[in-house]
């Protein structure tokens, strides 16, 4: 056998040959015993008899009653001949997966699996996520330029393939275009959609469907997006598609996208309920834009369900539309905000985003369920924040933490900071502002006694983030939960797969192979897209 071959299978026979060298090695290892026994001046060994008692025998007279043994084992070897060959089987090609549903929790890490589980525990006993069974290895993400990736990069190698530098919009690291898996669905007749809880001008759906050297350049990239072919396109970010007159834009020239998009056979919605009504009274065929937030879409414990839709809802009406297709469809889903709740060291936020994004995991999974004709691969792009749970820093909770201290929490901690903002812009005394900024922090958390010093650091911190990111301590120390960083972390990220070519993921990867992979089970050949990207044959 070659190294590359795999051992035998049970019942297959060896060669009359490897039946005398195999016969050799056994006398001659009875030899070797013998000598070495003789050598060690051992006496005595154990040898079982029909009994349940055990005698000794000399070591000479073992190794004799031995040898014979051997000897006559070989000769009934080479006796029976060999057996029919038994050819072992190639390995099976990869299953094609004619509709992909990547999912991205985004700054979703190992220890944020263990915090959605215990909560989910202590609330209701429930012990295993919807993905939990599903685990089949690990990925690393780190950048080409950096240990530590950003969305970009990170999400660059799971559109891609490719490795990049950090801020990079699917583009390599020499800014040249590299073609995206939503890209070569598209040229394979495949429906392709996008449904993010962050702006859709965000770096993680815009590495799927746009190329530029910054994720800055975000009026851009909405340009790009409505040149491709995207059927649904969910999420936030409605002031990169307004022109520079309108209220809240965020653009710099008069091109107004939103009517661009009409005009291209978008349905527009900017409402939960207009989503609802989605596609009534028209055809499937239609395609769906709906930004519902100027910006970034709430977080999901300030919500407002009359106006914004769940990621489940929008992942199954994403589905639903893109399902039509014989060809088959390729759906990244992204829940964004687990990562910016990270960056705020803000664990209730980040437990009610993950719980959100595992209630659009179930839906994604049952629809899988129901076709058998799905592939699911759940895995994010970094971990955020360095959650862990376990925090005895402050001398109480050895071997703790509380998961009950974050059901009691009502609102985000940007919420919570703009609820002391607007008590410090009053012309109350300082006596009064502690006390109401108090009061509002045990309203919204649940803790009953706030310290001083808290109090303190929130009459003093300025800035957008800094009145939130003061606020996260309270709660954290509450709970017994420990954060290392406001930004992103190395460590590695779990790796879930469900349906046609699932098989395909097990093992620790990096984060390039993951596209890789998605590739040949799409029967996509992105090197060859990347080529036509780049000799300008692609208008898109």
Known sequence: MSHRDPPLPPGASCSPGAVCVWGLFLVNFAGLLECKLVRQHANFRYMPVRSSTFHLLPASRLVSAVRPFFAALVLCLLLAGPAPAQTVPDAPAPEEAPNVILMIPDGFGPASVTMARD???????QKELPYDSLQVGSIRTYASDSYITDSAAGGTALATGKKTYNGAVAVDTSRQAVATLLEGAERRGMSTGLVVTSRLTHATPAVFSSHVPDRGQENRIARQQLNKDIEVMLGGGRRHFLPQSAEGSAREDDLDLLQAAQDRGYEVVQTASELSRAGEGQTQENRLLGLFSPGHMAYEIDRDHTQQPSLAAMTETAIDRLSGNGEGYFLMVEGSRIDHAGHGNDAASHLRDILAFNRAAKSALEAAQEDDNTLVVIVSDHETGGLTLGRNRDGEGIYSWRPETLAA???????????IRSIRSTGASEAAKRKRIAGTLTRLTGVQDVPTEIVSNLMAVEGPYAVGQAVSPLVNRQALVGWTSHAHTAVDVNLYAYGPGANAFVGH????????????????????????????RDAR
Request: glycine share 8%; aromatic share 4%; net charge negative.
């Open 409 to 419: 929490v009502e609102a985000s901690s940007g919420a919570i900071a703009d609820s």
């Open 119 to 125: 909560y989910l525990r202590w609330r209701d006993g």
């Open 509 to 536: 990867h990096d984060n390039t192979t993951i596209a890789q992979k998605l590739a040949n089970l799409m029967d996509v050949d992105l090197e060859s897209l990347t080529g036509t990207l780049r000799a300008g």
